[in-house]
């Protein structure tokens, strides 16, 4: 549950009066109930609801002042048959419909059992009501039998260990900054990966497949990342707002890898899962992307970057630390270097021909114009050339322009020009040497 603040902590001799008046309460339901039976018209069931909603706020009161999951030093009376079988069906996962028909009573009464059952137990949610249930043996399993399960995201796990002790969807969701539909989500994800019909039936299938062991407690999935720390240059950078389970398992496990870049599959090598399928690609890329722009923020300066490269199995992301960074578990510090980039030379391409490639940083030099005059009628034989079918003499606009797209090595063989340049420059001044012709006369 959400720790309490201290200011409200009352003391030890008023925690006690307010659980014994709780199970006070609950022993007047009890003879209710009994009356109840003998003459039906005393009881009103509105009246039964006070002393129930009452005996809850008693119990809660007493709980939430301890800051404490469980009432310590009180005794739990010993459920009667009604009580058990409603706690069988709940940790099952049958309905309050179907046990209204296994057990043959109204839904006010079914409603009216689990809540004595919690309330006896002193707990808060009818999921944690189940985890009770079965540490205290009222529920019997057989741990042979196990549900095959799939593998738990970080995010997966954590919702599963705070449920389990007693937190609600809405709480989950306040703390990891997430909305409730989206717990809701992971309750329906959690449902499907135990084979579960509800979230009370996960809880006793987590005991079947071993996930919780009778004798033990619940562990608080907060411990597991409380010495997890980020230095950059001796400086703690690691963000406030980073709880969220995936996003700390993914910096711990990249403390571990302890090099300055890595891809996904280094970091899913050490133990890191997401969900699987083709959409894992893209969810490590956004958590990657969410983690880095906290850092980010935190640290003022840019700290992760990424590029594509490509690898023997395609082409694949490169994430890598432009600062030297310190990631630390329980003040074991990993310095990870800066990522520095090997920079290759740039291939030369080889000619087919044979010929000496072109020096970087130098060009060749062009050979000098030639006189229209003295050539051998080059007009002539570019218009007999394909698939050059303009007339040079009447069309001019189209000399200095169509070759630029369009020249094959024949063109440059007749004007014994060296290159594309050296041959567009040679018939613009054919061209402009026309003109001057044309305008003679």
């Avoid at 310590?72 to 009376?77: L, M, S």
């Avoid at 046990?99 to 009818?126: C, H, N, P, W």
């Avoid at 996930?211 to 001796?234: A, T």
């Avoid at 070759?403 to 613009?428: D, F, M, N, Y």
Wanted: hydrophobic share 35%.
């Amino acid at each position: 549950m959400p720790p309490k603040s201290n200011e409200s902590l009352p003391t030890v001799p008023t925690i006690e009066p307010l659980a014994k008046m709780g199970f006070l309460i609950l022993a007047l339901d009890r003879k209710l109930d009994e009356v109840s039976a003998a003459k039906p018209s005393i009881t009103h069931p509105s009246r039964k609801r006070y002393v129930l909603d009452l005996a809850d706020e008693f119990i809660d009161s007493a709980r939430d002042a301890a800051g404490l999951d469980r009432l310590p030093g009180v005794e739990v009376p010993s459920l009667g048959e009604d009580l058990l079988t409603e706690i069988n069906l709940m940790a099952r996962g049958i309905s309050e419909r179907e046990s209204m028909a296994i057990q043959d009573i109204g839904l006010y009464e079914v409603k009216g059992r689990k809540r004595r059952v919690k309330a006896l137990l002193g707990t808060r949610t009818k999921y944690d009501t189940a985890v009770e249930a079965i540490q205290r043996g009222f529920v019997p399993f057989e741990p042979a039998k196990l549900p095959t399960t799939e593998r738990l995201t970080p995010i997966e796990e954590a919702v599963l260990l705070l449920t389990a002790r007693g937190w609600t969807a809405k709480e989950i969701g306040q703390k990891y900054t997430l909305t409730q539909n989206t717990i809701d989500r992971y309750f329906e994800v959690l449902r499907t990966k135990f084979g579960a019909k509800n979230m009370a039936h996960v809880m006793l299938r987590s005991f079947e497949a071993g996930v919780f062991r009778l004798g033990e407690e619940i562990p608080d999935p907060d411990k597991k990342y409380e010495g997890l720390g980020i230095k950059l240059n001796g400086k703690d950078i690691k963000p406030a707002d980073m709880v969220h389970p995936n996003e700390l398992e993914f910096l711990r496990l990249v403390g571990l890898n302890g090099h300055s870049s890595f891809t996904q599959e280094d970091i899913i090598s050490r133990g890191f899962y997401l969900q699987g399928g083709d959409s894992e690609n893209s969810a490590f890329g956004h958590m990657v992307m969410r983690v880095k722009a906290k850092l980010e923020i935190s640290a003022g300066q840019q700290v992760l970057e990424r590029r594509r490269i490509r690898t023997g199995n395609g082409r694949t992301r490169l994430f890598f630390f432009t600062l030297p960074v310190s990631i630390g578990m329980n003040e074991e510090w990993n310095n990870i270097p800066a990522f520095v980039e090997e920079i290759k030379p740039p291939k030369v391409k080889t000619r087919k021909s044979g010929r000496a490639p072109k020096k970087l940083g130098q060009s060749k030099a062009q050979p000098p114009l030639q006189d229209p005059a003295s050539s051998p009628q080059p007009t002539q034989q570019l218009r007999e050339s394909k698939p050059y079918p303009h007339d040079p003499t009447t069309e001019l606009g189209l000399i200095g322009i169509r070759p630029i797209a369009r020249l094959e090595e024949q063109r440059k063989e007749v004007l014994g020009c060296s290159s594309t340049p050296a041959l567009v420059t040679l018939l613009r001044a054919i061209d402009d040497q026309i003109a001057v012709l044309k305008a003679r006369g």
